[in-house]
């Protein structure tokens, strides 16, 4: 099952990229719009970009977007941030003050999830792993920012509880509410989501360069998958 079976979208693929692109380029200029104008500091900005470009798999799934374009996508994105590590003309994302490969791991995390999900035809796990990521990540970053004030140390990062809470509860909510969607409720969809907001929180917490751009979105989607189906 996917999106696309509540909703009809009888348009071409030309257009439903569009929508896409027209999407990410919006997130673009309001990332763009926060920085230049001073209106967030660069963490904030990048999180922004985080969150906006994730909900890009949301649109993805339901307009049924091939999965040669999104792995082509990704390819394109992927190279265009391994670009800016070392040249400076996506400042709104990497002005954050410390070195991070993490928008080039995002970008790749995407390809894969799409290449192996959308084959199968179980675009969901594609989906959890990448808002878990979105929303997960992003979210336990503002609040840990803004709110942390029990601090903890994992491979020289700075991590905060608050964060790694915020990390657990809303991977666990996207996880369950995806898995609903699909399956219907029952107690192992919620100890299915337990597990995967569990390890996300374990995959955020060692984050070096970035990494966890990488491994939290696969290791979300695909234990998820693993366990639906031993589980249901």
Not at 144 to 153: D, L, V
Request: hydrophobic letters at 55%; glycine letters at 10%.
């Amino acid at each position: 099952m996917s999106l696309s079976s509540w909703f009809v979208v009888p348009i071409p693929i030309w257009l439903q990229v569009g929508i896409v692109l027209a999407w990410v380029g919006l997130v673009g200029l309001v990332a763009e719009w926060l920085y230049r104008s001073k209106q967030a500091n660069s963490e904030v900005v990048r999180k922004v970009v985080h969150i906006g470009v994730g909900n890009v798999i949301l649109l993805a799934w339901w307009l049924q977007i091939p999965a040669w374009i999104g792995v082509g996508a990704s390819v394109i994105f992927s190279a265009i941030a391994l670009l800016s590590y070392y040249r400076p003309i996506l400042p709104s994302i990497n002005s954050v003050g410390r070195k991070s490969l993490g928008t080039f791991f995002y970008a790749i995390s995407i390809g894969i999830l799409v290449g192996c999900f959308w084959l199968l035809e179980v675009p969901q796990y594609a989906a959890i792993g990448i808002l878990v990521m979105t929303w997960g990540d992003g979210l336990a970053a503002i609040v840990g920012q803004k709110f942390g004030r029990h601090p903890y140390i994992l491979w020289d990062m700075k991590k905060s509880w608050e964060g790694s809470l915020t990390m657990v509860v809303v991977s666990f909510v996207v996880s369950s509410a995806i898995l609903f969607s699909i399956d219907g409720g029952s107690w192992q969809i919620l100890g299915i989501a337990f597990a995967v907001a569990a390890l996300a929180t374990g995959l955020e917490a060692f984050s070096k360069l970035g990494i966890d751009n990488l491994t939290v979105p696969l290791g979300s989607a695909f234990l998820a998958f693993a366990l639906t189906q031993w589980l249901l």
